[in-house]
Structures are given as C-alpha cells and as structure tokens.
C-alpha cells in the first residue's frame, strides 16, 4: 500500500506551485491504490496561522483533490520530541551555544581562507563542565544532527541517480535555542509514523534529503522512496517566486478559472504529455505516470491557463453545469450547448442569456437589407436548419453573400458583432423575438 503525504506550511496562500505538487501526490495516490495524508507543518508558530489552513483545506477542495488522512505537526510534540531523545541517546543530537553572531563571523573568516563555510562542530568539544559553565551564565543551546559525513545517494523517481555528500553540508539545526522544532526533525518522524512510502516534492528539497536520509536511517531504519519535480517557472523562463502571492488559488478561483482547468494545467505542465483540458480526474489519473515529469522547469503561464479554461468550458456536457445554470437564473440545455462555445469563463452565460429573452438593441446599419431581411423571416416551427432557410432567401433576394449577407443580420438580431452560432440561437429566440429585433425593437 503506498501512502504519499502533501505537507504544506500554513504560512499564506496555497499557490499554483505547492497546489501542482498536491495534485501529484493525489494522482500518485489515486493511481497506485493507496492514501493520501494532508499534513499541516505549522511548527513555526509564528508565522503558521488558522486562516492559512482554512485556505488550504478550502482551495484543495475546490480542486477535488481530497486526502484520506489528516495530521498537524503542532499536536504531534510528544513525538518530535521522543525522536529527538532516541538520538541524544544515541550521540547524534548535541548541543551548541554559539550565538549567531558568532556563527556569522566563523563563517566569513571560513569563506576568506577559502574553505566551505560548513559548520566547523566545535561544540562537540565541550565537555559536560564546559557545558555546566555556559548554562550557568545563562545560555540555552541549540541542537544539531550530527550528519555522517558520507556519500548519501537515492534513486530519485524523477532525477534518476542522487548523490550528496554531508561531509559538505553544516550540521542542521534540529531544534532552537527557545526549544522549538525547525522543520526538518518533525517532518521524518510524522513520516515514519504514517508509513509514507513515497516522498514528492520539489527540487528546493533536494539537499534536506539528504539529511532527512541520515534521519530515516537513524530513527527507523528504512527510507521511503523520493521523487523531487523541477520547480514552476514563469512564461518568458522567471522564477516565479516572487510573483507566487499573485498566482495563488484563490486568485485564479475569483478569476473565473475552473477548478479541472487548474487541475489539468497543472497535472500535465512539465510532462511529455501535452496539455490538455481534461473534464474528470478520472481521466488525469488514468494518464498519471511519474515517469513523464521532465527534468526541466515546468512553465506556469496565465495566458495558457485561461486559453485552456475556454477549452474545458466548450467541453463540458450540459449535465456537468445544469445547477450553475439554474443558479445563474439561465436557460437550459439548448442554452448551453449553444454558448459554450463562445465562453471563455462560465460566467459570461449571464451575458449571453439576453440573446435569448432579451432585452437585445439591435444595430441596423443598412434598413433597406434589414426590411427585406425582416420580410423574408420563415414561418415557425423552427430548428436549426431555419437559419440556412432564411439567409438562402435574403441572399437570393439581396444578391450578398460572405460577410456583407451575415454580418448585418447578426448586428441586427443580436446587437453584437460577434457570438454564438446563429443557426442554433434563432430558433431560441424565436420568431416574434426575431421579427421585433429586425424591426429595430428593443426585444
Ligand atoms: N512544509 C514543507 C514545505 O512546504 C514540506 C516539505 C516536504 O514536503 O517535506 O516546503
């Protein structure tokens, strides 16, 4: 049974970003039978807030991307706090007192004789009197994770081989001076306890997988498997951090994007597979494949995204709207499935629906045209092949053809120069409706 976890930090806005990378832990999870656990890292007290989880829980929903399993690290201390024990115990959490001023000037004087400024483990050295002694004056330490100083190499499901060497890399930090976890710690003990066995995640986590390698192996004994896709750039190749406030959910919701537009756009950027609008998850799932992620940065581009909700939109059978429609206050079936070509968000089924029962001011730029046009009307029943019918007689009666035939009646019936197809709109609007517009009525 595979069990992925998406584990954001309620620290603001879910964002196109970290939103792709719950998509794919959902698609995973869906794809290979098992669970999805929806962690929330709020260990930073300070800058974790409810109204923050509320939004991602909310947006995530909006998405359709649901979890089986629920966790927050901040009710999980006990535990953090039995690991961090397990490895003082063993000799691999000890404490430091430097203060970071001192870590700072360490760091310059190592960068100026032209070593890597990695943390040079002297408080190692202490001894327990040493330690007595800084207590005494005051001084509360820190705790680094003695990393082993070897090669650490995975197989990553999408980079292929990894390979870091923590002899490189400073001891981290596992918990503050204030007695606070950071990040790294509470995050392999909630993954050893939910039995994740898969990890993906972006490539900015590459490095503490290395360090949360050493971790696994020091409090569990095994290692789940790791995947890190390459990070969302922007259309012209920017990083999109800077702008990810901007580019969060809640924006492209209020934007009119659909939540399966989002899905989709997010689901396939950065695969082999082209990006297309897909109507369910079911379909996504059925093409997920983590071996399609590529290696490159994936483009998150807003132009795309909104050309693709129009696409989805004209997609959609009338069953999947019916309810909006009904709230929205407009027609039908034969409503839909003749606008929703013309839709670029569904809102504007609002706009069109006055096409319909009016009130439409027609535009007569040509009377003459119009009258005829007027008096050539077909009586009813009409259906879509009375279009075709009428505009054969005014041709033959006007001697126009092309644009010159069309475009004046459709000015004249629908005060637009452009919209739906005719011959599914008139037989709607029916032919008094017609008769009145062509008249120059308000109808
Ligand atoms: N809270 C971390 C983040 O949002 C989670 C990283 C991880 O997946 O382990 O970056």
Redesign the pocket.
């Known amino acids: 049974m595979t069990v992925v976890?998406?584990?954001?930090?309620p620290t603001g806005l879910l964002h196109v970003g970290?939103a792709r990378?719950a998509i794919v832990n959902f698609l995973f999870a869906r794809k290979t039978g098992g669970k999805l656990l929806l962690?929330i890292?709020d260990t930073d007290h300070e800058r974790s807030k409810k109204e923050y989880e509320d939004g991602i829980i909310e947006h995530l929903a909006w998405l359709g991307v649901t979890h089986d399993l629920f966790a927050r690290q901040s009710e999980r201390a006990p535990q953090h706090q039995a690991a961090a024990n397990l490895l003082k115990n063993i000799g691999r959490l000890y404490p430091c007192y430097e203060s970071q001023l001192e870590l700072d000037r360490r760091r310059q004087r190592q960068i100026a004789s032209g070593k890597p400024p990695v943390y040079d483990r002297a408080a190692l050295a202490l001894t327990a009197e040493d330690r007595a002694k800084l207590e005494a004056e005051g001084k509360h330490p820190h705790w680094r994770f003695k990393l082993s100083q070897k090669k650490v190499a995975w197989k990553d499901l999408i980079r292929g081989e990894v390979e870091i060497d923590t002899a490189h890399l400073s001891d981290p930090v596992l918990i503050r001076e204030d007695g606070r976890f950071l990040?790294t710690l509470p995050?392999v003990v909630d993954?050893v306890d939910f039995g994740i066995t898969h990890?993906?995640?972006?490539e900015?986590?590459v490095t503490?997988t290395a360090v949360?390698i050493e971790l696994f192996e020091a409090l569990a004994g095994t290692v789940p498997a790791f995947g890190h896709h390459p990070l969302l750039i922007g259309a012209g190749g920017e990083a999109l951090s800077k702008r990810l406030g901007s580019l969060s959910l809640k924006l492209l919701r209020e934007d009119g994007i659909e939540p399966m537009t989002a899905v989709s756009y997010l689901a396939k950027t950065g695969t082999s597979d082209p990006i297309t609008a897909q109507p369910s998850l079911d379909a996504l799932v059925a093409e997920f494949d983590l071996a399609k992620i590529g290696r490159a940065p994936a483009h998150f581009d807003p132009a795309e995204l909104s050309n693709l909700n129009a696409k989805l939109l004209h997609l959609l059978p009338y069953d999947a709207v019916a309810d909006r429609l009904a709230a929205a206050g407009v027609g039908g079936e034969a409503f839909w499935e003749t606008v929703k070509a013309n839709l670029t968000r569904f809102s504007e089924v609002t706009s069109l629906w006055p096409l319909v029962v009016g009130p439409v001011t027609p535009v007569i730029e040509d009377n003459n045209f119009i009258a005829e046009a007027a008096a050539a009307l077909p009586p009813e029943p009409w259906d879509e092949t009375t279009w075709n019918v009428f505009t054969k007689t005014v041709a033959a009666a006007s001697g126009r053809k092309g644009k010159e035939l069309y475009h004046p009646l459709r000015l004249a019936l629908t005060g637009l120069d452009h919209g739906p197809e005719l011959k599914k709109l008139l037989p709607l609007m029916g032919r008094s409706r017609a008769l009145a517009r062509l008249k120059g009525e308000t109808a």
């Open positions: 976890r998406f584990a954001p930090s970290n990378t962690r890292d990040y995050s993954d990890i993906i995640r972006g900015d986590h503490n949360q």
